[in-house]
């Protein structure tokens, strides 16, 4: 997109019939055409430039003479290019229809059901405890690429996940048999001796056979590191338990690092070599937002000498990334291109705002959010059309890329091999923004990320593959993900019901999760259900309606004499559905329910629901 001397933002975009339809018959073809948006002439001057047809590709190969035809179209918009983006999004690429067209055939709620006996049993979720150094340390297998493993590397992903579901389940599998032995495996993770790298993590991964921490790509070690590893993990247990000592002096061994790494003009190095101690990668600005771990201190342990480094950090991140448009990735084995860290700024960067109340972060988080929208396929166009996928026939809107963000893009990065991915954590922000602005694509590519996604969700455990182009295979050699992917989730559907509710379903807010994205922890304190105080519950069986594009969460009041239910239908057409509600579950029985906020009394004997397109109802059960 160009803008002009008078302000009109220039497009060029591909007609929608050059698309890539990847699984039609099986057979991947690829896009015939190629746009080169920043094609500059001797005199400095940028001019949209097309090319066609891609060499190597389907057309390209031509006899002298032969004639070839193509479409394109200019669009010439007044206004800039998020207002041009826009307008491609809906107007040629046809986004909202796409959305309409998505049907959940296993309801989110149920999915983070189905996942949690998943990463409850060992076989399936992999889990292992290895002794290190007089501790018995847990985490999951990881059997992708790490340098120096024998395929014996352990990792785990989401702590506040973790302790999130602990705490709403109550489930001893979890409690007894996870979060100790994963709470020594972050105490053994992190470097405590007084050297250079004190309070930072060793590495992401334990490798069981040569007993060590290690990084994925090699001996280097980043502040941003130690602010996912180190503060974001640990800072999120903290949330769960506030008395741990132990943690809370770990936290600050990593707080008091990364103010001394911080440089006297607010920013960080992107990396320190683990041999040398110097500073490596500087070719490259740490646009990323490092500053967050000292956001995460500041909440924890109060002092305000973390709060004044954090805000000098995020003053320098929005001179050096929000006004100039760099931001950089947290994928090491990718060059770093930009990823997810995009995203999380802009959560970082709100989180800031809501410490500060400083209207310039705000906006720059609204900025950010923007530029993050880029990086959501909005093409090609989901239709009904018929399609076989390794065998099974599916519509053409079941395995759409539409809606779904890319890892890290460029030409090195995983979207030209494996597609887009399903690890959407971005869709709570973006529900969150649409609130803060209004702009409706926040609201639909959150959606649109979020449901009818069961084509790539593994029927037997509810676990979504990571890569689109792997489908339905589940997890695979990232076992970890699950916790990821309810973390995501449960952001999603809080930050829906507090939209939907003009904001009388609110529960606070954690920290966000480490490396993939803007998602936050829930669970660690109680939230207001139409001004009643609520602690969040899972209970799997406790609520049953018949129709899958229902999602509900669970919460109780603080003398568990009342059940809070929020119904969310999720998707864009109105709903009816039946409800059987089984509180035997929790071995009590129903003394009386109501709707709220209208105080309708309602019999549960025969309770049925009747929803508009993305619309919320809640439900206030008297037990016994």
């Known amino acids: 997109m160009i803008t002009t001397k008078n302000g009109v933002t220039l497009a060029v975009i591909p007609e929608p019939g050059l698309a890539r339809d990847p699984w039609a018959n099986d057979k991947i073809t690829q896009i015939d055409w190629n746009i080169g948006l920043s094609h500059m002439n001797r005199k400095a001057q940028l001019s949209p430039t097309l090319y066609y047809p891609v060499l ?46 998505r049907q959940s055939k296993q309801s989110l ?120 590893y180190t503060m974001l993990d640990i800072g999120n247990m903290l949330l769960f338990e506030p008395t741990n000592a132990e943690l809370k002096e770990r936290l600050r061994f990593g707080a008091d690092r990364l103010l001394t790494w911080q440089k006297p003009d607010g920013s960080w190095a992107v990396a320190y070599d683990r041999h040398t101690e110097q500073e490596i990668f500087k070719d490259i600005l740490d646009v990323r937002p490092t500053f967050y771990g000292l956001i995460v201190a500041y909440r924890i342990l109060k002092e305000p000498k973390y709060l004044a480094a954090a805000r000098k950090g995020a003053d320098w991140f929005l001179k050096n990334a929000i006004e100039t448009g760099s931001y950089l990735g947290v994928c090491g084995d990718a060059r770093y291109a930009p990823d997810f860290a995009t995203g999380q700024s802009a959560q970082a960067l709100l989180d800031l705002y809501d410490l500060t109340k400083d209207a310039r972060y705000k906006a720059a988080a609204i900025i950010a959010a923007k530029v993050y929208t880029t990086s959501i396929y909005t093409h090609p166009i989901a239709s009904h059309k018929a399609k076989t996928v390794n065998g099974t026939p599916r519509e053409d809107w079941e395995i759409s890329q539409s809606g779904l963000s890319f890892e890290h893009g460029g030409i090195f990065g995983s979207a030209t091999r494996n597609g887009p991915i399903q690890l959407c954590s971005h869709a709570g922000l973006f529900i969150r923004m649409y609130g803060l602005t209004k702009e409706p694509i926040f609201a639909d590519m959150a959606r649109a990320g979020a449901i009818g996604r069961d084509a790539f969700v593994d029927p037997k455990t509810s676990v979504a593959s990571y890569y689109w182009q792997t489908m339905n295979r589940g997890a695979g050699p990232y076992p970890h993900h699950a916790w990821w992917q309810i973390g995501w989730l449960t952001d999603y559907l809080m930050a829906e019901a507090e939209l939907r509710s003009a904001g009388k379903v609110t529960f606070p807010r954690g920290f966000v999760t480490p490396k993939v994205g803007p998602h936050q922890t829930y669970g660690f304190k109680a939230g207001t259900i139409y001004d009643q105080p609520a602690t969040l519950l899972i209970q799997e069986g406790l609520v049953q309606p018949d129709s899958p594009v229902i999602d509900y969460i669970l919460a109780r009041s603080a003398d568990q004499k009342k059940l809070y239910v929020v119904l969310q239908n999720n998707r864009a057409q109105s709903t009816k559905s039946k409800l059987v509600l089984n509180p035997a579950v929790l071995k009590k029985s129903i003394a009386g329910a109501k709707w709220l906020p209208t105080n309708q009394t309602v019999s549960t004997d025969a309770l049925s629901i009747e929803l508009p397109g993305f619309g919320q109802s809640v439900l206030e059960i008297d037990l016994q």
Request: hydrophobic share 35%; charged share 25%.
């Open 56 to 101: 190597g590709e389907p057309k390209s190969a031509l006899k002298a003479g032969e004639p070839i035809s193509y479409t394109f179209r200019y669009s010439l918009t007044d206004g800039d290019w998020f207002k041009a983006l826009n307008h491609a999004v809906y107007d040629v690429y046809q986004f909202k229809q796409s959305l309409a067209l």
């Open 109 to 228: 709620t149920d999915r983070i059901e189905k996942m949690h006996h998943y990463l409850t049993d060992p076989k399936t979720s992999l889990w292992n405890i290895e002794e290190f150094e007089g501790k018995k340390i847990g985490a999951q297998s990881y059997l992708g690429g790490v340098v120096g493993s024998n395929k014996d590397a352990m990792k785990n992903s989401d702590y506040g996940a973790m302790w999130m579901l602990a705490n709403a389940t109550k489930d001893p599998l979890l409690t007894q048999n996870v979060l100790p032995y994963a709470e020594n495996f972050k105490l053994a993770q992190q470097e405590t001796g007084n050297s250079f790298f004190k309070g930072a993590p060793e590495g992401q991964y334990y490798l069981a056979k040569s007993k060590k921490f290690v990084e994925e790509w090699g001996e280097v070690v980043e502040p941003i590191g130690l602010t996912y």
